[in-house]
């Protein structure tokens, strides 16, 4: 079956830096888009960057200069270098494929599969 382990999560002082990791496997990867999202407690989901089949990237305006997503697809490999890291980008991260290759604009609607996530937090 289909499954997304994250990893690389922790405890960072605030302008450290992490970087996450998401290993694919179960016949996806190389065709999907890929995203990372977070959730914070009490906040809803939310889609931080994503990566399409071909490497075109979009980032939410919070994350832009600071976050770079990228992927091997012969690794079956998504990553999330964290730079530059804030209080406020303490959450919850999450690995997510989606049904389709590229998109405009990537839904949450559209993510076929999760992975468990991994917890950052960003002390002050």
């Known amino acids: 079956q289909v499954q997304l382990v994250e990893s690389g999560g922790g405890l960072v002082q605030a302008g450290g830096s992490l970087k996450l990791s998401c290993a694919a496997s179960g016949g996806i990867f190389s065709s999907n888009a890929m995203g990372w999202y977070r959730q914070a407690p009490g906040k809803e989901r939310e889609l931080v960057a994503a990566?399409?089949?071909?490497?075109?990237?979009y980032y939410a305006d919070s994350v832009k200069g600071r976050f770079t997503i990228s992927r091997d697809n012969a690794k079956n490999m998504l990553y999330l270098q964290m730079n530059s890291l804030k209080p406020e980008d303490t959450a919850m991260h999450y690995c997510?494929?989606?049904?389709?290759?590229?998109?405009?604009?990537?839904?949450?609607?559209?993510?076929?599969?999760w992975g468990q996530g991994t917890q950052v937090t960003v002390s002050s």
């Open positions: 997510a494929a989606y049904k389709y290759g590229y998109s405009i604009r990537y839904y949450t609607s559209d993510v076929r599969y």
């Open positions: 990566i399409s089949s071909g490497g075109t990237t």
